[in-house]
């Protein structure tokens, strides 16, 4: 994109293809999207398969349990793949500044934790608190389990008192990761808009404005930078 | 609070404190906890294990460090052979081969020992009652012949297979197993007839045992052709 006096315009991930002001915002991109839906198969497949792992009512039903470790180790050793995939590429930008996002807490992230009339007019970021706490929850228990589930099924046998905490660690770490990926469904179901928008990556302005003030300005401050280009052959830059 | 601030000093935004990274330190925190964990968790388990399986059995779920048995088959299912047409078959490099049933397996010399079922992936269960028969018992009944060297276990589930060396089988703490937890062992621990070797991980004593083939050489089990080592010490050595 190149305006009239030369200069190129810097492309934004997030800001929307449409310049009109009514058009849909640009929420999650197409990286993130596979990123998203392809670790909530393997995330899926973890539990079924470690669930029938742990719980005897379930290995009895199942059994094969050759099978369905093995399926479980590899599933559980390829799970940070589509992020470490995503990350590699000139193609990260938008899922780092999302994955920034998650790491750096503002005060309005604080105190979406209030009762829900307390919280109703902040200005939040793109994701609110709860959002953000799930995803460092999340985040950090794959790490974990990845380590000691790669201990429990490659450290040598003599590391059996390493291999028990591993252990103890691992199934604690499972109950967490369902109680966040349920809740997690459960926040998506009920809110089908958002929902749909990790298909479609877009949504609505009117959803933003309630949901997310913050980061609509931050886009509208980045159309108008992005607009205010061409605008200024006729008018003036509009004061921020 | 390290984290510096991204506006330049004296800006005007009230609402311009430094972000709290609370991703990063939800990973150090969880890390920690897993190092703690990984460390100290088997000290933490024998602590509180007795609680929590008291607990884990009231509600009826397995909960960490809870000290449950799991239940597992590489086949689709829990195979159940009754009791009254078992056989137990002793065969290979063998003067006598034998046919046993329940009853000739449980009149040789009886043996109780209470020790713990350790799995080579950490969990455990902690003083297990223990009864049967000596697996070494059993081979000088069949006679082992003298250039024989190792052991095939054969399960009636038709997958699992284990092995052992001659000289691990004639351990004191072998048994051929029809009792555990002071009754008959259950299908889902591998009943009528299963093997415990106490000084190895789990996997080596195979469930639904039915036959022992006496060889000259070792051949991996299933568990072994999964990756597990065939000399299975608790601990990486013997003791």
């Known amino acids: ?240 | 609070m390290a984290g510096k601030s991204e506006q330049p000093p004296g800006s005007p935004d009230p609402s311009a404190k430094p972000p709290v990274h609370v991703g990063r330190r939800t990973m150090l925190g969880v890390l920690g906890l897993t190092g703690i964990g990984i460390v100290a968790g088997a000290k933490i388990d024998n602590a509180l294990g007795s609680s929590l399986s008291a607990v884990s059995k009231a509600v009826g779920v397995p909960l960490p460090g809870g000290n449950q048995f799991q239940f597992y088959t590489i086949t689709g299912s829990f195979p159940v052979i009754p009791a009254d047409t078992y056989e137990l078959t002793v065969d290979g490099m063998v003067r006598e081969p034998l046919r046993l049933s329940l009853a000739e397996l449980r009149s040789i010399k009886r043996t109780r020992l209470v020790h713990r079922f350790q799995c080579v992936t950490g969990w455990y269960v902690p003083d297990v009652p223990w009864e049967g028969v000596l697996l070494s018992d059993v081979l000088d009944r069949a006679g082992v012949m003298p250039e024989a060297t190792a052991l095939r276990f054969f399960s009636a589930d038709g997958a699992y297979t284990e092995s052992l060396t001659l000289s691990q089988a004639h351990l004191p703490d072998v048994l051929v197993a029809d009792k555990m937890l002071d009754a008959n062992v259950t299908s889902d621990h591998g009943g009528p007839v299963r093997l415990y070797v106490a000084p190895m991980y789990g996997y080596k004593s195979i469930k639904w045992l039915n036959r022992i083939e006496v060889t000259n050489k070792v051949v991996p089990g299933y568990w072994e052709d999964n990756g597990y080592p065939a000399n299975a010490w608790i601990g990486g050595v013997a003791q």
Request: proline share 5%; glycine share 6%; charged share 20%.
């Open chain 1, 1 to 240: 994109m190149t305006d009239a006096a030369g200069r190129s315009a810097v492309p934004r991930s997030d800001s929307p293809k449409a310049t009109s002001p009514s058009a849909k915002l640009a929420r999650f991109d197409l990286v993130e999207r596979l990123v998203h839906w392809s670790m909530a198969i393997m995330m899926l497949t973890l539990i079924f398969t470690g669930a029938s792992l742990y719980f005897p009512a379930l290995a009895v039903r199942v059994g094969h349990r050759g099978l369905i470790e093995n399926i479980h180790v590899i599933t559980g050793l390829c799970l940070l793949g589509p992020v470490a995939l995503a990350l590699a590429g000139p193609w990260r930008k938008q899922l780092l500044m999302d994955l920034r996002r998650f790491d750096r807490w503002r005060p309005s992230d604080f105190d979406w934790f209030r009762s829900r009339s307390r919280r109703k007019g902040l200005a939040r970021d793109k994701f609110n608190g709860g959002q953000k706490i799930e995803a460092d929850f999340l985040g950090a228990a794959m790490v974990a389990t990845l380590v000691t589930g790669v201990i429990m099924r490659f450290a040598p046998s003599s590391w059996i008192t390493w291999a028990t905490g591993a252990t103890l660690v691992h199934e604690a770490l499972f109950f967490g990761i369902v109680a966040a990926v349920l809740a997690h469904i459960a926040f998506a179901l009920s809110k089908p808009e958002q929902l749909v928008s990790m298909f479609s990556g877009r949504i609505s302005r009117a959803w933003a404005r309630v949901h997310a003030a913050a980061w609509l300005s931050e886009v509208e401050a980045s159309e108008i930078e992005a607009s205010g280009v061409e605008a200024s052959r006729t008018d003036p830059v509009p004061p921020v």
